[in-house]
C-alpha cells in the first residue's frame, strides 16, 4: 500500500507542484489550505508524512500545528500522530537566512527536516523517502 502524505501550504501553485511531484511516485497525497483544514485532515487521513508551511493565515501558523501534533499528553486529540514526520516548508530563508538542523534545533521546533522554497522536485523526494524510511 502507498505512504499517504499530506500538505498543509496555502499557495496553491506550490501544494499542487508538490502533489504532481509526489503522485509521479506512486505517493498518496491529500492537501489542506490552512491549519484547521489541516488537522481535520489529519484526523480523516491518517498520515504516514506531513508538510507543512510555516505561514499561512498567522505567520507563525505552521508551528502552531506543530506544537498540537507533538503534544506529549496521551489524552490529546493527536497523539496517534505526535511520531508522525513534519517537513517544514518555508520561504523564510529567503530573508532570514535561517538554517534548520533537527540535530540542534528540534527542542524549539520538533520537525524531521526543514526545506526553503522555492523546492527543487529531487529534493523534496530525497526528504521524503528519508523521512518514510526512518
Known amino acids: 500500500m502507498s505512504k499517504k502524505i499530506l500538505i498543509i501550504d496555502d499557495d496553491p501553485d506550490i501544494v499542487e507542484t508538490m502533489k504532481t511531484v509526489l503522485e509521479s511516485?506512486?505517493?498518496?497525497?491529500?492537501t489542506a489550505a490552512n491549519?484547521?483544514?489541516?488537522?481535520?485532515?489529519?484526523?480523516?487521513?491518517?498520515?504516514?508524512?506531513?508538510?507543512?508551511d510555516v505561514m499561512m493565515d498567522s505567520i507563525t501558523e505552521g508551528f502552531h500545528i506543530t506544537y498540537k501534533?507533538?503534544?506529549p499528553e496521551p489524552?490529546?486529540?493527536?497523539?496517534?500522530?505526535?511520531?508522525?514526520?513534519?517537513?517544514?516548508?518555508?520561504?523564510?530563508?529567503?530573508?532570514?537566512?535561517?538554517?534548520?538542523?533537527?540535530?540542534?534545533?528540534?527542542d524549539f521546533?520538533?520537525?524531521?527536516?526543514?526545506?526553503?522554497?522555492?523546492?527543487e522536485p529531487e529534493n523534496l523526494l530525497a526528504v521524503v523517502e528519508k523521512c518514510l524510511a526512518k
Request: hydrophobic residues 35%; proline residues 7%; glycine residues 2%.
Open 25 to 30: 511516485r506512486a505517493y498518496q497525497v491529500e
Open 35 to 52: 491549519g484547521t483544514e489541516g488537522l481535520e485532515k489529519v484526523k480523516k487521513f491518517d498520515p504516514n508524512l506531513i508538510i507543512l
Open 69 to 71: 501534533l507533538r503534544s
Open 75 to 106: 489524552s490529546s486529540e493527536f497523539a496517534k500522530w505526535s511520531k508522525t514526520p513534519i517537513i517544514m516548508v518555508s520561504a523564510i530563508n529567503t530573508t532570514s537566512h535561517f538554517k534548520y538542523s533537527p540535530q540542534t534545533d528540534s
Open 109 to 119: 521546533l520538533p520537525v524531521n527536516e526543514f526545506l526553503n522554497k522555492p523546492i
